[in-house]
């Protein structure tokens, strides 16, 4: 082999090596590429899923502090109702009281 044949075979070697260099760094460029709008996906679905939870739980809550709230409520009105009742039971006792004190001074 000549000088000539030499220098030509690596001379193409080398453009061989620049276009398979080429096309690496465009394929790893394309991969990163790929990775990120893939990984940008993701964070977006599990957000929308984080968002959807987060109110499914908000709504239990909601729904768990309104039960309470009726329960609390319920107690209150029994509470006040039993007062009502002793209160006109008190009452009906001192307006016969009354009366007797008001006989007793007629009587007197």
Not at 42 to 63: H, N, P
């Amino acid at each position: 082999m000549d000088k000539e044949e030499t220098l030509r075979q690596i001379k193409d070697a080398e453009a061989r090596v620049r276009a398979a260099k080429t096309a690496a760094q465009a394929e790893g460029e394309r991969v990163l590429r790929d990775a990120r709008k893939d990984a940008y996906e993701l964070r977006e679905s599990l957000r929308a899923q984080a968002e959807k939870r987060q109110q499914e739980i908000l709504r239990a809550g909601d729904a768990a502090t309104a039960r309470e709230k009726e329960a609390l409520l319920a107690k209150g009105r029994q509470e006040a109702e039993a007062l009502r009742a002793q209160a006109a039971s008190n009452v009906d006792r001192a307006v016969d009281r009354l009366i007797e004190k008001f006989k007793g001074a007629l009587n007197a």
